[in-house]
């Protein structure tokens, strides 16, 4: 398989809330087997690019591709078919149910036999979340339950990730081991769609950068060159851009 | 919104005011008990519109304003006494029957509220040297107000409407004040609001009084206009029935009451024409308006009033996106 | 006036839709029959319902609309509870207003207006009281009661009638109406010890109750007034209703030409048997009918007063069902029965004679399975 | 970064401890916050910060020990009772009222400071803090959403509503679980400044206290006077930033190489 | 001591009805996160679908399989289409009066369309008495509680064992998350209501030759199963049968013991207990940690 195709490509893309219209004929690309990192300021619509792409906000106009097919209108089951697995921002978990349900409700289309035999596999990578595994969901802290989530979408073996924000309420350590499974999986393949406002470590392990405001494109770079570029650097990390952070975030 | 809001007010007010003169007993009798409602679903929109506390039992105050009424008149008590020591009561048990909101929520407050409604009426049906248990309390009369008799059903109409317009006044006044912001608060997230210093138990107690003072003037109202009660019209389905109407007309709008009875009070009398089917065709007329409108009748122009700021917050950020797109 | 109007003002919904709607159907069977034969007075009836939803409120509202509608006279509501309310409306637009409820005190108020359909509470509970105490000769009795102001006027009643009398009411045990689970009750009457049972309540309860009272093996006697032996509680309580004992007022198994016609019409019609409150709608209009025609012309006032000493017999009118006389108050006497349920059939073993002398017996189909009326 | 001394503390915890079943959730911890002081708390994921915030603000009841605020025992003062002693709070998952716009929701956040809850019936509509919920909304750069209701916002966006209603009410003593998470470095610097400047506003009298709960290295450094710490609901360390960033066992437990 | 043993007996007779027609509420409300109005209305309209085919010639058996499968249509797929995807996303408020307008609508369409009276309904079990220790109890009593039990266990385990189950109850927590794991939230949904109309279905099977079958038989079920859920647990099955069992045996010593008049304020006060001091209903889970 050629590691550099496109795996992921928005075309013009018109989506929003009702009739909130967040994205502005978005385009982009992201190549199989790399890590594309989403940036932009709090409300720039990063969030918006990956519900719209695992298919829980349909597109006014435009398209969706994923491997050069539409996926625009796909339902969540048959994205995940397709291998996309997405963890979004915030709490995501059943409260109620305990963390070992919780896990095998992630693996709820692969069955419960490849669920179980694949569960020890992923809780040996969060030992914190290891030691839970019979408390309810909603007795975890934040941080155990945000790696509980990114647990769970691991099990899929997923071609695509699609994560928003893993690095919300994790601890550094934790933060750095991610990352680098992030990045082991992508040499391994898989293609990665974060969103991260923890943008300097998330620049270190990416392949390409994204940045958004407004919900349009307004830059796209090798991560590399991003880190290295000084007035990036103060435009994205130095807080130096109010003008602008406060236009783009309508 | 504002403008819509006012339009309505308009309107009513002169179809209120103006109309009543050219109807006969039973409209009178139909519009004043409307208003009854009206009242008392106004304190119930309080309860569980703005403080979102879920109280099934709204319709035992209205019982209980109801038979304070009755019983100090067949004492022989002025009408005038009774009615704000019904509110009174009302006030005082509404904030008892606060007590288990602090505890629990949701379904949970719904069924303590329904528990209650039971426990008073069958206080209601089985006290019978108090309350005439099943018979009934019978021929209350109507006052008469600064000399001027309300005995006739025009008069009455306008003494309700009187009432309800005063009531409405006050209410606006409350909600426009911080009260209605930290109602607001309560209802949305009580969590934040105990921490940012609102005093949840308070005002979790104070919209349960609030609510229940103004279900109690509603029955004493209602009392000496169908001047009968007996303990059925408060029963657990009456309750439910003030329910449907708060939810009806828009749970948290002002005017949300004034349609919700409408529906509820109106609407069945309206539909008589389809003989014997015409409740059925008023339960299928509320299942259809909660999918038309889940949010209530007055969510209408809230709709509008939604789509187009989305559109123009759209723009905005279209425009945005391009200045950012020429550089 | 073109037509005679006439509003029917029933509970079609609610706790007493069941006996509403048998009131209407025999009210609307009534009007379709005499105006098929001319109407009264050459002018036809015409007849608008409407449903009190059980609730004295809307029944009193009701009734101002058929007021402000300008009817000759109102029928119904059948709920005690509502009548009492809404009979001041009629009252005061001077209309005739007859009425299911069997509560004593809707004609203790010196309404002029008003007009049973079926006996007061006050003219039936003493003559079960008389059963109970001379017949049955029971010494201790229990009261199982509805505990609604119909079952509750007649825990009243009876008690006063029984006063007197040597029988003593020993448990009085209050049931809800809608009740499912009857073995409190029947436990309570058991441990009263009492000699018999008195059951007041509606039918779907009256049957419960009579199964209960079997499975717990009762072997004493049970006695009802009116709903105990309806053809709707055998029909419910199967063989555990047999044995029951009641004072019926109305009640389609009496052997009578007049009632057996109207129960084979309201058959035909409606598809099923009529309770007692249907024949309390169907003979309530033909009782205005005999006042409209004995007055001679459509006055209110006129035909209100005629009513006050109304007598009909079925002679003229087998309409009426029954010879019956109106009093002063509104109140109706005429024959009663005493029955028992045997083999799961209603079975007349007694005719009360009616206590106004003006009213003559009722003269029994010669050949029938039912026993002869005993005098 | 100076160090208080020789003042009453403004906080003073003793030996907090709150167990879950087996699970220790907290395990006796101890530490002060002087006037003015920003205290900072770090510790790997459940290690019972949230924890310890929550029994100290009267959300969860500690199974043992004993807080003090400006020397008053108040152990078992509910969330009420401590916000009007001055106390304010984030919490760790979003807590904002939704249905509100974000101007009412600042507004509801300070509205009940002012005079009392009668006269609170009759007062204007914004209790007259309009105009400082203006500016905390420009500060926090939530202009162009001020009008929205709370529930619409972005993530971030509604991270930065929460913040700025802690700051409301003036509180002398504010408690921030992960006020960064999610919010954009920009931003992040902002708030840092924002911090510093009430920190050291002198309108409010006194100086106010932060104990503030956050992942993002850079940020508690920069901001923090003191850390505390915690590891398995235990005390491991409380210094300067230069000395937890010097402290072998911390590197090893939570920051990592 | 005898009477007392019959009448815990008979209670728990009567408290397995309510049971039954609990179930259903705790189902909808693990499965869905809805509570149902028209629960009774859904119990009282396959009882006449079973007397239609009866009259029709059909034996019992027959008639309730038929019963289910028209049930499963109606008050499962139809009112799932029809009432519940359009209203989900709103929350429990229009949910919980759309159905309250569901039950008016389904009561008075029977009244007017059908009949006003009550009829009999056959049962399931012979008219048959047992005496122990001069307690009467009747087969079907026994019957219904047995029937009452396995079914309560069977829903139970589904819920909780099944992987199915626990999806289902997955929709209800947090139905984004849900859809976002694959889930086939809308199939979750309709296997919900699809099993309350089975459970509908028995318990019109098992209640109504006691009841009866009239068009407003359901609002009194209905009341006392809503009792009998809360008290029990509203997140538990079991606890149906346990709240269920507690007010029917309640009932019955509070109208011997203490006041026929007053015997519903017993189970009220016996509520009001259990929410003071156990919120959550007697077998019910803790609600999630908010902070
Ligand atoms: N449910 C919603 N309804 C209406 N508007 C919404 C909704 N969710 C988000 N928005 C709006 O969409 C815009 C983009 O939101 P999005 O969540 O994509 O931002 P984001 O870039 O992910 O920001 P953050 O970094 O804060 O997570 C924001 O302006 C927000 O106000
Ligand atoms: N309600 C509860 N029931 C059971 N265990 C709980 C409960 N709340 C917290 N815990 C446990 O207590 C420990 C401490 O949790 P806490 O939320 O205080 O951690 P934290 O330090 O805030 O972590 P994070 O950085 O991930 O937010 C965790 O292991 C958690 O699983
Ligand atoms: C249904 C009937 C038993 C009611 C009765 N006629 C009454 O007086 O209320
Ligand atoms: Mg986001
Ligand atoms: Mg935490």
Not at chain 1, 1 to 13: A, G, P, R, S, Y
């Amino acid at each position: 398989m050629n590691t550099q195709d496109t795996c992921i490509e928005f075309k013009d893309v018109v989506a929003g809330y009702k009739d909130f219209m967040i994205l502005n004929n978005l385009s982009f690309k992201a190549k199989r087997g790399t890590i594309t990192l989403l940036l932009g300021p709090n409300g720039a619509g990063k969030s918006t690019v990956l519900k719209a792409l695992f298919g829980l906000l349909k597109p006014r106009q435009g398209d969706i591709l994923l491997d050069g097919v539409s996926v625009a209108g796909a339902t969540q089951k048959q994205l995940l078919a397709q291998g996309i697995a997405f963890v979004p921002q915030g709490r995501n978990l059943f409260g109620q149910l305990s963390v070992f349900e919780n896990l095998e409700l992630g693996g709820i289309t692969l069955g419960m036999k490849t669920t179980h035999e694949r569960i020890p596999e992923v809780l040996e990578f969060f030992p914190r979340v290891k030691e839970r595994m019979h408390s309810a969901a909603s007795a975890l802290s934040g941080g155990e339950q945000k790696q509980l989530e990114i647990g769970r979408a691991l099990l899929l073996r997923p071609k695509v990730i699609l994560i928003d924000e893993p690095s919300i309420g994790l601890s550094p350590m934790v933060v750095a081991d991610v990352f680098k499974l992030l990045r082991r999986l992508a040499d391994q393949g898989t293609t990665v769609l974060m969103v991260e406002q923890n943008v300097k470590s998330a620049l270190k392990i990416s392949d390409e950068a994204i940045a958004l405001e407004s919900g349009r494109l307004v830059l796209q770079k090798p991560a590399s060159e991003l880190l290295a570029d000084p007035n990036i650097e103060r435009l994205f990390l130095g807080g130096a851009h109010q003008s602008n952070a406060q236009a783009s975030t309508v | 919104m504002k403008k819509f809001t006012l339009f309505l007010i308009a309107t009513c007010a002169v179809l209120l005011l103006a109309a009543p003169p050219f109807l006969k007993n039973y409209g009178l009798y139909l519009l004043s008990y409307w208003l009854v409602f009206v009242i008392a679903t106004m304190g119930l929109n309080l309860t569980v519109g703005y403080a979102g506390q879920k109280s099934l039992g709204h319709a035992a105050f209205f019982g209980i304003g109801a038979y304070t009424v009755a019983i100090m008149m067949k004492a022989g008590i002025s009408f005038w006494v009774g009615l704000p020591t019904a509110a009174l009561i009302c006030f005082f048990v509404g904030i008892a029957l606060g007590f288990p909101a602090l505890r629990v929520q949701t379904i949970y407050l719904a069924f303590a509220t329904l528990g209650f409604n039971t426990a008073v009426w069958l206080v209601m049906r089985n006290e019978e040297w108090l309350t005439g248990g099943t018979f009934g309390i019978n021929g209350i009369a109507r006052p008469s107000l600064a000399g001027f008799s309300l005995e006739g059903n025009l008069a009455y109409y306008y003494f309700v409407l009187g009432t309800a317009v005063l009531l409405a006044a006050l209410q606006w006044g409350l909600l426009r004040s911080p009260w209605g912001k930290a109602f607001t608060a309560l209802r949305d997230n009580p969590i934040r609001a105990e921490s940012l210093g609102i005093n949840t138990r308070s005002y979790t107690l104070l919209s349960f009084a609030l609510g229940a003072v103004y279900a109690g003037v509603a029955g004493a109202l209602f009392a000496s206009l169908v001047q009968f009660i007996e303990p059925a019209p408060f029963t657990v389905g009456a309750s439910i029935m003030m329910y449907l109407m708060v939810v009806v007309g828009g749970p948290g709008y002002f005017l949300g009451p004034l349609l919700g009875s409408a529906v509820g009070v109106i609407l069945p009398e309206w539909l008589r024409f389809a003989q014997a089917w015409y409740l059925f065709v008023f339960g299928a007329a509320v299942v259809l308006l909660m999918i038309w409108l889940p949010d209530g009748l007055l969510s209408i122009p809230d709709r509008i009033k939604a789509k187009r700021q989305a559109r123009e917050a759209s723009a905005a950020r279209a425009a945005a996106a391009n200045t950012l797109g020429a550089k | 006036q073109e037509v005679i109007k006439i509003a029917n003002i029933v509970e079609l919904s609610g706790g007493g839709a069941t006996a509403g709607t048998n009131f209407k159907n025999g009210v609307e069977l009534a009007v379709k029959e005499i105006n098929a034969a001319g109407g009264i007075l050459g002018k036809k009836i015409q007849t608008t319902t409407s449903d009190t939803q059980s609730n004295p409120g809307v029944a009193k509202g009701l009734t101002q609309k058929a007021v402000d509608d300008d009817v000759f006279a109102i029928f119904g509501p059948v709920f005690s509870g509502s009548i009492m309310v809404s009979m001041a409306e009629s009252r005061k637009a001077e209309i005739p207003n007859f009425t299911g409820g069997e509560a004593a005190s809707i004609t203790m108020q010196g309404n002029p207006y008003v007009f049973r359909t079926s006996f007061t509470q006050a003219t039936a509970m003493p003559k079960v009281a008389r059963y109970i105490s001379d017949q049955a000769k029971l010494k201790t009795l229990a009261i199982v009661f509805v505990n609604n102001d119909f079952g509750k006027g007649g825990l009243d009643m009876i008690k006063k009638a029984l006063d007197k009398s040597s029988t003593k009411v020993v448990a009085e045990i209050s049931t809800d109406s809608g009740q499912v689970d009857f073995s409190a009750a029947v436990l309570k009457a058991k441990q009263s010890g009492a000699d018999g049972v008195f059951v007041y309540s509606n039918e779907e309860e009256s049957a419960r109750l009579l199964r209960e009272l079997r499975k717990q093996g009762w072997n004493k006697p049970i006695i009802g007034e009116t709903t105990l032996t309806g053809q709707k509680v055998i029909d419910l309580a199967g063989e555990a209703a047999n044995g029951a004992v009641a004072h019926v007022g109305l009640t389609v198994d009496a052997p009578l030409p007049a009632i057996r016609a109207f129960r084979a019409k309201f058959e035909r019609d409606y598809k099923y048997v009529s309770d007692h409150n249907g024949m309390k709608g169907y003979s309530g209009i033909y009782a205005l009918k005999a006042a409209i025609e004995k007055v001679g012309k459509l006055d209110r006032k006129a035909v209100a007063n005629a009513l006050h000493s109304l007598v009909v017999t079925t002679d003229k009118e087998p309409g009426i069902l029954m010879n019956v006389a109106f009093d002063q108050n509104g109140d109706l006497d005429r024959e009663s029965f005493l029955v028992e349920v045997k083999d799961g059939q209603q079975v007349v073993v007694a005719t009360l004679p009616p206590l106004n002398p003006l009213v003559t017996a009722n003269k029994p189909i010669a050949a029938g399975k039912s026993a002869p009326a005993k005098k | 970064m100076s160090h208080p001394t020789e003042q009453q503390p403004v906080l003073k915890v003793s030996n907090i401890k709150k167990a879950y079943g087996a699970i220790q959730a907290v395990g006796g911890v101890s530490f002060e916050v002087m006037p003015g002081e920003i205290f900072g708390v770090i510790g790997p994921n459940g290690s019972g910060k949230t924890t310890l915030f929550n029994s100290m603000l009267g959300q969860i009841t500690p199974d043992a020990g004993q807080i003090e605020l400006n020397g008053k025992d108040v152990t078992h003062a509910g969330p009420l009772e401590l916000n009007r002693l001055g106390v304010g709070r984030t919490f760790q998952t979003l807590q904002v009222f939704g249905k509100m716009t974000v101007r009412d929701n600042l507004i509801v956040a300070a509205q009940e400071h002012q005079g009392s809850m009668l006269s609170r019936m009759f007062a204007p509509s914004d209790s007259g803090l309009g105009a400082k919920a203006d500016a905390l909304i420009d500060q926090f750069r939530i202009r162009h959403v001020a009008d929205k209701k709370a529930g619409e916002l972005s993530y971030g966006q509604q991270k930065l509503v929460d913040i700025a209603m802690a700051f409301m009410s003036e509180p002398d003593l504010v408690l921030l679980d992960e006020p960064c998470a999610g919010v954009n470095p920009s931003l992040v610097g902002g708030i840092s400044t924002l911090l510093k400047e009430l920190n050291r506003n002198p309108k409010f009298g006194k100086q106010s206290s932060f104990v503030v709960i956050e992942h993002n290295m850079d940020f508690v450094m920069d901001l923090c006077h003191r850390i505390m710490v915690m590891v398995e609901g235990q005390v491991l360390a409380i210094g300067t930033p230069e000395e937890i960033r010097g402290n072998k066992q911390v590197l090893d437990a939570y920051l990592g190489s | 001591m005898t009477d007392f043993l019959q009448l815990l007996f008979s209670g728990m007779a009567t408290g397995a009805i309510y049971a039954l027609a609990a179930l259903g509420f705790t189902l909808l409300w693990q499965a869905s996160g809805t509570i149902n109005f028209a629960q009774g209305e859904f119990v009282m309209l396959p009882a006449f679908m079973m007397l239609g085919f009866l009259s029709m010639g059909a034996p019992l058996a027959v008639s309730f399989v038929l019963t289910v499968v028209l049930a499963v249509f109606l008050l499962g797929w139809v009112f799932k289409r029809g009432l519940v995807d359009p209203l989900f996303k709103y929350g429990m408020m229009p949910i919980v009066v759309a159905t309250i307008g569901l039950s008016i609508a389904m009561r008075n369409g029977l009244r007017a369309g059908y009949s006003a009276e009550a009829h009999p309904f056959p049962s399931l079990f012979a008219d048959k008495l047992f005496n122990i220790a001069s307690v009467t109890i009747t087969l079907a009593d026994v019957g219904t509680f047995a029937l009452a039990l396995v079914l309560v266990f069977a829903t139970q385990a589904f819920m909780t064992k099944t992987v199915t189950g626990r999806a289902m109850q997955a929709v209800a927590q947090n139905t984004e998350s849900a859809s976002v794991l694959g889930i086939n939230v809308p199939r979750m949904i309709f296997y919900a209501f699809a099993i309350n109309a089975v459970l509908a279905v028995a318990a019109a099977l098992l209640v109504t030759p006691t009841y009866l079958a009239k068009f407003d038989m359901g609002e009194s079920l209905g009341n006392k199963a809503f009792f009998a859920a809360i008290i029990g647990g509203f997140n538990n099955s079991r606890g149906a049968l346990l709240g269920g069992l507690i007010v029917g045996v309640a009932e019955n010593l509070a109208a011997a013991y203490i006041s026929p008049a007053y015997k519903d304020a017993v189970a009220l006060v016996i509520f009001m207990v259990v929410i003071l001091f156990k919120p959550q209903g007697l077998l019910g889970k803790k609600e999630e940690r908010k902070v």
